[in-house]
């Protein structure tokens, strides 16, 4: 049993005749006859009765109509909803990212995504390190990521802007910034392997020519956060994960320090993961354009 004879049935009932089926439908009456008769001997019984006045429902036929405009107007519905989501308009995206930037960067960006397709399922999962994020989007997990820039990535890859990586300590600090010798004087916080932050603060203490003194190891940044206001240690960690109010226990380290963030997708980008893409760089999102970069700064 095929669509097109549901749709050729459901059009001779509504047609009264198999000449008014086949001009509604630009088919042709030899053609048309044929699929019905091909949809008889498969039920193994008249749907219609032929005459010279037309065409009437069998009893059997009766019986079928209600289900055969089901079948065809469940097609369309799908057609229909097929062709809102290519447009990007309807469906699910599926959103990777880390931790830190579900958390701290995407809020805003994701707020306005709903306003503008509030047809559309948005699906948010979050990883602690950057190579499973990289790995998920490779086994085509995702629509789009937003987390570090991906090496060699086979696919669109979008900057958004760079997030400041800052120190963390029991303030208030006597500057604005913190020198190399302050830094290596200092117990230092770090991250458990698992913990994608870990590689963060690796390159940051390298680049700022220290080795750090580690007495501490935590799995998350809102622990390392509380260790480090309490006087355990110093750690390094994105500016927007610092919460509002404790800017006596933050400093920016000399040189300037900034890890770049980015959209990407498997391959060429899908309508609707375009959209998304287009929304998180037309929202103000708490991250710094290539341009407000202070001289002199480090880039990840």
């Known amino acids: 049993m095929r669509l097109r004879q549901l749709e050729y049935f459901a059009a001779i ?21 044929q699929q019905i008769r091909e949809l008889e001997r498969e039920l193994g019984t008249a749907l219609l009765e032929r005459s010279h006045h037309g065409v009437s429902l069998t009893p059997a036929g009766r019986a079928f109509l209600p289900h ?38 995407l809020p805003s960006g994701l707020a306005r995504w709903r ?19 990289e790995a998920a989007m490779r086994a085509g997990r995702g629509d789009v990521a937003v987390g570090p820039r991906p090496a060699d990535w086979d696919g669109d890859v979008v900057s958004l802007g760079f997030e400041e990586l800052v120190v963390v300590g029991k303030g208030p600090f006597d500057r604005d910034a913190v020198d190399g010798r302050t830094l290596e004087a200092a117990d230092w916080i770090h991250f458990e392997g698992e913990q ?7 390159w940051a203490t390298w680049s700022l020519g220290i080795t750090p003194r580690v007495v501490v190891r935590v799995g998350q940044v809102a622990a390392a956060l509380g260790l480090a206001v309490e006087g355990v240690g110093l750690t390094i960690v994105p500016a927007n994960a610092v919460p509002l109010g404790w800017s006596g226990n933050v400093r920016s380290p000399q040189p300037r320090l900034y890890r ?7 391959g060429a980008a899908s309508a609707s993961a375009r959209g998304f893409i287009e929304t998180l760089t037309s929202v103000d999102l708490p991250i710094a354009a290539p341009a407000e970069l202070p001289l002199g700064s480090l880039t990840l």
Do not use: W
């Open 68 to 105: 055969a405009r089901a079948a065809v107007e469940a097609a369309e519905a799908g057609r229909r909803e097929v062709s809102r989501v290519i447009d990007g308009v309807a469906g699910e995206i599926k959103v990777l990212t880390v931790g830190s930037v579900a958390a701290n960067v």
């Open 115 to 133: 306003e503008q397709s509030p047809s559309t399922v948005l699906s948010l999962h979050d990883f602690t390190h950057r190579r499973d994020l």
């Open 260 to 266: 770049e963030l980015v959209a990407y997708t498997r």
């Open 196 to 202: 994608g932050m870990g590689d963060v603060v690796d």
């Open 13 to 33: 009932c509504d047609q009264g005749s198999f000449t008014g089926a086949a001009q509604a439908l630009f088919v042709a009456q030899p053609s048309l006859s």
